[in-house]
């Protein structure tokens, strides 16, 4: 099943998520369309880790991010793996 309709079944099934991990689609487009799909599934504690940091649609995915939900800070390890970036609710 695609990432957008699972996260429409978890969504309809009312799952909040306390830990997202996102390493699928590495391209800007597809990085943040998985985490606005699972955004209102997040519970207020929630941590969500982007992996392949190093890759380049991944990281114009994190800066989008940061401009769109500046509510949420990032971490970012470029040297752990391939680069993971963690990110949780001010």
Same mark, same amino acid.
């Given at each position: ?8 079944? !978890? ?6 998520? /306390?830990?997202?991990? @996102?390493?699928?689609?590495? #391209?800007?487009?597809?990085?943040? #369309? /998985? !985490? ?6 997040? #519970?207020?504690?929630?941590?969500? #880790? @982007? ?10 995915? @994190? ?6 939900? /500046?509510?949420?800070? @990032?971490?970012?390890?470029? /040297? ?11």
């Amino acid at each position: 099943m695609l990432s957008q309709d699972a996260a429409k079944l !978890f969504q309809r099934q009312n799952v909040k998520i /306390d830990y997202l991990h @996102i390493d699928g689609d590495h #391209s800007k487009r597809g990085v943040i #369309s /998985d !985490f606005e799909h699972y955004l209102p599934l997040l #519970s207020a504690k929630a941590v969500v #880790s @982007i992996h392949d940091l190093n890759m380049q649609g991944v990281q114009e995915a @994190i800066s989008d991010v940061r401009l769109r939900h /500046d509510d949420w800070e @990032i971490l970012t390890l470029g /040297d752990l793996g391939a680069g993971t970036a963690f990110l949780r609710r001010r």
